[in-house]
């Protein structure tokens, strides 16, 4: 990714707000790129190289009718998912390729005394993020808008680690996943901080497949806890791994997309452009 992409997702976050503030009055092309100080023709040329699709075509996995018929889409079990990714659709659902390991707990509670994490900033199509990683895989990564909060917040999750600013292999590797070629993913090893609930519940957003949406109710029954969708939201907000781990692909019954710790237009983005990604 370069400094370039994190320059056209500046401008795609601006349209996108544009969009969802004034979508009743159905801005044209025109509009929308009046919007973000860019001509029509530039903001097409642009919008599709990014989204894959047109603005017009991306508009439609945007409101909420394209939601629910998602979610209606998204009534699998894991068995299910993996099935029809694994086995009959080489580009949806890699996300079965990221593979969830528990810190021991001894690392859980000494706040990773023992552990070396190398981290680093990198630029993707949905703005910087801050990757990082152990000895054993990637155990943090977050969009970081504001790269010294982001980073303060990862230390304080890890308070005994020696932290070095550095690339590696693990990073690389889940960099890729911000690629369109998925015809042949790369296996990524996390190395996450949570409790059973909290690690039972990112691993369930694991089997949700790539441009379909669940709920926090869904969810809470498919751990067989259906009453626990509350604490369901709540360990979706503390996913340690933005993007791997699709806490974006989770939303109100009603279709609405709820929160999202990383901004509600970075949520609009992504699912939108997932939603393109499969749909082409």
Known sequence: MSTQDQLNYDKIAQAIDFISQNYKQQPSLDDIAASVHLSPFHFQRMFTDWAGVSPKQFVQFLNIDYAKKLLNQSNMNIADATLKVGLSSSGRLHDLFVKIEGMTPGEFKNGGADLTIKYQFAPTVFGTVLVASTHRGICGMHFADNREQVLEMVKEQFQKAKFIEQDDSFHQQALSFFKRDKSNPTAIQLHIKGTPFQLNVWQMLLTIPEGCLSTYG???????????????????????????????????????????????????????????????
């Open 218 to 280: 869904k969810i809470a029954q498919q751990i067989d806890n259906p009453k626990a969708y509350r604490a369901v939201g709540t360990a979706i907000g503390q996913n340690p791994v933005s993007f791997l781990i699709p806490c974006h692909r989770v939303i109100q019954t009603s279709g609405a997309l709820g929160g999202y710790m990383w901004g509600l237009t970075r949520k609009v983005a992504i699912i939108g452009w997932e939603g393109a990604q499969y749909e082409l």
